[in-house]
């Protein structure tokens, strides 16, 4: 079984200044975990993904995300906000591995970045 | 590549009619996923396919729903008859995991539909 928690529903950021987007979660497998970005009325694109390799992650445009076992956590980051972040994140959990594309993605509820000028 | 291909990308009907969304992955892709997006029950897998044939469709949510693969490049998600709570944002995605188990799916923009 898996699960997926963002811990805030929205978050609210000044231009210019950090972003950290929270995300826990639980499997009972070794997982892949991935955050995806979703602009209005647009689809999902990746923005960065975990695979059991490197534990910190460097994503598009600027995030990174940490993979922290201990605390079954991934926090996506940024080191300062543009305008252009402004969307929705998800955070996904899935178990890896052979036969992994078997397993369904677990999506969190999300997280509305808004980023104030 | 051109991604994940959707259509139509908007789609407004009454209660009742048939409503048909089509999908074409990604080339080489051989997992297919449909899903539903709604404000209140956010991200929802509904049916996905591997190598064109339903794996799992237990999230599809009742008889009015339907979802065919019939080769490679093409997949329709139909609904006969629409209803208002149909209403939502349904996306395609395609994923080609390999030996590697990188479960990433791609997702396509999206088909809005509105059931009026």
């Known amino acids: 079984a898996q699960s997926v928690t963002q811990l805030d529903s929205h978050v609210s950021v000044s231009e210019g200044t950090p972003v950290l987007l929270r995300c826990n979660y639980s499997?009972?497998?070794?997982?892949?975990l991935f955050w995806y970005v979703q602009h209005p009325n647009k689809g999902l694109q990746l923005l960065l993904k975990?695979?059991?390799?490197?534990?910190l992650v460097k994503g598009i445009n600027g995030f990174e995300a940490e993979f922290k076992k201990s605390e079954t956590s991934f926090h996506l980051t940024k080191p300062s906000a543009h305008m252009s972040d402004a969307a929705e994140y998800f955070c996904?959990?899935?178990?890896?591995?052979?036969?992994?594309?078997?397993?369904?993605?677990?999506f969190g509820k999300g997280t509305k970045l808004s980023v104030i000028p | 590549d051109a991604g994940v291909i959707q259509s139509p990308r908007h789609e407004v009907t009454e209660m009742g009619q048939e409503v048909t969304l089509r999908c074409k992955p990604i080339?080489?892709?051989?997992?297919l996923f449909w899903y539903r997006q709604t404000m209140m029950r956010g991200l929802e897998l509904l049916i996905y396919?591997?190598?064109?044939?339903?794996?799992?469709d237990s999230g599809m949510p009742e008889d009015r729903f339907s979802a065919k693969m019939p080769n490679a490049s093409f997949s329709t998600l139909k609904i006969q008859p629409s209803e208002p709570r149909d209403s939502a944002v349904y996306f395609c995605a395609s994923s080609r995991p390999g030996l590697a188990g990188d479960n990433e799916q791609f997702f396509g923009p999206g088909t809005r539909l509105t059931v009026l």
């Open positions: 996904v959990v899935t178990p890896s591995g052979p036969g992994a594309g078997s397993y369904q993605l677990t």
């Open positions: 396919f591997n190598n064109n044939v339903p794996i799992d």
């Open positions: 080339s080489g892709h051989d997992y």
């Open positions: 975990y695979t059991s390799a490197a534990t």
């Open positions: 499997s009972s497998y070794s997982p892949s």
